[in-house]
Protein backbone atom coordinates (compact mmCIF):
# COMPACT_ATOMS: atom_id res chain seq x y z
CA UNK A 1 0.00 0.00 0.00
CA UNK A 2 1.05 3.70 -0.88
CA UNK A 3 1.86 5.92 1.74
CA UNK A 4 3.56 8.61 -0.17
CA UNK A 5 4.07 9.24 -3.74
CA UNK A 6 5.64 12.49 -5.53
CA UNK A 7 6.05 12.64 -9.10
CA UNK A 8 9.08 15.49 -9.77
CA UNK A 9 8.25 16.52 -13.54
CA UNK A 10 11.44 18.34 -13.69
CA UNK A 11 13.88 15.14 -13.13
CA UNK A 12 10.86 12.92 -14.71
CA UNK A 13 11.24 10.83 -11.41
CA UNK A 14 8.44 9.10 -9.20
CA UNK A 15 9.25 8.58 -5.80
CA UNK A 16 7.15 5.67 -4.00
CA UNK A 17 7.03 4.98 -0.01
CA UNK A 18 4.81 1.61 1.06
CA UNK A 19 2.99 0.12 3.83
CA UNK A 20 4.63 -3.43 3.06
CA UNK A 21 6.27 -6.53 4.80
CA UNK A 22 8.58 -6.22 1.90
CA UNK A 23 8.97 -2.97 0.42
CA UNK A 24 9.70 0.33 1.65
CA UNK A 25 10.25 3.06 -1.31
CA UNK A 26 10.81 2.93 -4.80
CA UNK A 27 12.33 5.86 -7.48
CA UNK A 28 11.65 5.08 -11.03
CA UNK A 29 13.54 7.25 -13.46
CA UNK A 30 10.65 7.92 -16.63
CA UNK A 31 12.59 7.42 -19.50
CA UNK A 32 11.30 8.38 -22.82
CA UNK A 33 10.52 5.05 -24.04
CA UNK A 34 8.33 2.19 -22.24
CA UNK A 35 11.16 1.03 -20.26
CA UNK A 36 11.78 2.59 -17.11
CA UNK A 37 14.83 2.45 -14.12
CA UNK A 38 13.29 1.56 -10.82
CA UNK A 39 15.13 1.69 -7.67
CA UNK A 40 13.56 -0.21 -4.48
CA UNK A 41 14.50 -0.22 -1.26
CA UNK A 42 13.91 -3.18 0.93
CA UNK A 43 12.02 -2.73 4.77
CA UNK A 44 15.80 -4.46 5.81
CA UNK A 45 17.24 -1.62 3.79
CA UNK A 46 19.13 -3.85 0.48
CA UNK A 47 18.55 -2.01 -1.87
CA UNK A 48 18.60 -2.74 -5.97
CA UNK A 49 17.94 -1.16 -9.00
CA UNK A 50 16.03 -3.00 -11.26
CA UNK A 51 16.94 -2.28 -15.59
CA UNK A 52 14.41 -1.51 -18.43
CA UNK A 53 11.29 -2.17 -16.58
CA UNK A 54 8.60 -2.46 -18.70
CA UNK A 55 6.19 0.79 -17.74
CA UNK A 56 2.70 -2.05 -17.54
CA UNK A 57 4.82 -4.00 -14.85
CA UNK A 58 5.86 -0.84 -13.01
CA UNK A 59 2.50 -0.07 -12.98
CA UNK A 60 1.41 -3.23 -11.68
CA UNK A 61 3.99 -3.45 -8.49
CA UNK A 62 3.31 -0.09 -7.72
CA UNK A 63 -0.68 -0.91 -7.57
CA UNK A 64 0.43 -4.04 -5.54
CA UNK A 65 -0.72 -6.42 -8.55
CA UNK A 66 -4.30 -8.27 -8.16
CA UNK A 67 -3.66 -8.89 -4.54
CA UNK A 68 -2.30 -5.71 -3.14
CA UNK A 69 0.85 -7.08 -2.45
CA UNK A 70 3.89 -4.76 -3.70
CA UNK A 71 6.69 -7.76 -2.61
CA UNK A 72 4.60 -10.13 -4.58
CA UNK A 73 3.75 -7.40 -7.46
CA UNK A 74 7.95 -7.24 -7.36
CA UNK A 75 8.43 -10.46 -7.66
CA UNK A 76 5.82 -11.80 -10.49
CA UNK A 77 6.34 -8.82 -12.48
CA UNK A 78 9.75 -7.24 -12.45
CA UNK A 79 12.01 -9.70 -10.60
CA UNK A 80 11.35 -12.38 -13.63
CA UNK A 81 11.54 -10.17 -16.04
CA UNK A 82 14.57 -7.39 -15.80
CA UNK A 83 18.39 -7.75 -14.86
CA UNK A 84 19.06 -5.96 -11.82
CA UNK A 85 22.23 -4.68 -9.88
CA UNK A 86 22.23 -4.92 -6.06
CA UNK A 87 23.52 -1.12 -4.71
CA UNK A 88 24.96 -0.26 -1.46
CA UNK A 89 22.20 -0.15 1.69
CA UNK A 90 20.21 2.69 1.95
CA UNK A 91 19.85 4.97 5.02
CA UNK A 92 16.28 5.16 6.14
CA UNK A 93 17.50 9.01 7.56
CA UNK A 94 18.31 9.81 4.51
CA UNK A 95 15.34 8.37 3.09
CA UNK A 96 13.33 10.53 5.43
CA UNK A 97 15.00 13.41 4.82
CA UNK A 98 13.89 13.00 0.60
CA UNK A 99 10.63 12.51 2.10
CA UNK A 100 10.08 15.44 3.90
CA UNK A 101 11.79 17.39 1.06
CA UNK A 102 9.22 16.53 -1.41
CA UNK A 103 6.19 16.67 1.00
CA UNK A 104 7.10 20.07 1.41
CA UNK A 105 7.87 20.66 -2.57
CA UNK A 106 4.19 18.86 -3.07
CA UNK A 107 2.57 21.56 -0.62
CA UNK A 108 4.51 24.52 -2.33
CA UNK A 109 3.32 23.04 -5.77
CA UNK A 110 -0.15 22.59 -4.35
CA UNK A 111 -0.10 26.20 -2.81
CA UNK A 112 1.24 28.09 -6.66
CA UNK A 113 -1.21 26.34 -8.18
CA UNK A 114 -3.97 27.36 -6.29
CA UNK A 115 -2.73 30.73 -5.82
CA UNK A 116 -2.64 30.96 -9.95
CA UNK A 117 -5.88 29.76 -9.54
CA UNK A 118 -6.82 32.65 -7.53
CA UNK A 119 -5.21 35.09 -9.92
CA UNK A 120 -6.93 34.11 -12.80
CA UNK A 121 -10.35 34.03 -11.44
CA UNK A 122 -9.32 37.39 -9.68
CA UNK A 123 -8.18 38.53 -13.12
CA UNK A 124 -11.55 37.40 -15.11
CA UNK A 125 -13.58 39.72 -12.77
Given amino acids: M ?15 WYKSSNVAFSKCDDKVNDYKDLTVVFNN ?5 YKKVNV ?12 GSNGKA ?20 KLEQ ?12 TETTTTAGEEKETDSE
Fill in 45 to 49: GATYK
Fill in 2 to 16: ITFRFYDPEEKVDYV
Fill in 74 to 93: LNTFIKKNCEFEKLEPTDFA
Fill in 56 to 67: NDYLMFVAGGTN
Fill in 98 to 109: LKNQLKLKKLQT
